[in-house]
């Protein structure tokens, strides 16, 4: 089934961890991947993180907030909260293939 949004592109577990993180309120790096570690158990480091939101950034997924106490936060966009759904909707389909083709199969040894 094609993309709806062909610029997606290949979606990186980090970009899309970042997307969801940010879905619920505008957050600063630290906080991203506290709140990242603590829904997924995945540890970013931050350059990985780093590099993830200038990508984000220059897709227009993402939008700088204006720094505060030296701490940059980011926000989520219309076109990243799109971009995070139709992925959702695709690992989801992903998930269902996955779950019917693990199902023991009768007379199978």
Do not use: C, N
């Amino acid at each position: 089934m094609p993309r709806k949004t062909p610029e997606l592109g290949r979606f990186t577990d980090v970009a899309l961890l970042v997307l969801i993180s940010l879905a619920e309120s505008p957050k600063h790096g630290y906080r991203m991947i506290a709140d990242i570690e603590t829904f997924s158990g995945t540890v970013l480091e931050p350059g990985t993180l780093y590099g993830a939101l200038m990508r984000l950034e220059q897709r227009g997924w993402i939008t700088p907030l204006p720094t505060t106490e030296r701490r940059k936060p980011y926000r989520i966009t219309d076109p990243g909260r799109a971009a995070l759904t139709e992925q959702l909707a695709t690992l989801r389909r992903i998930e269902q293939t996955a779950a019917l083709r693990i199902q023991p199969t009768w007379g199978t040894a």
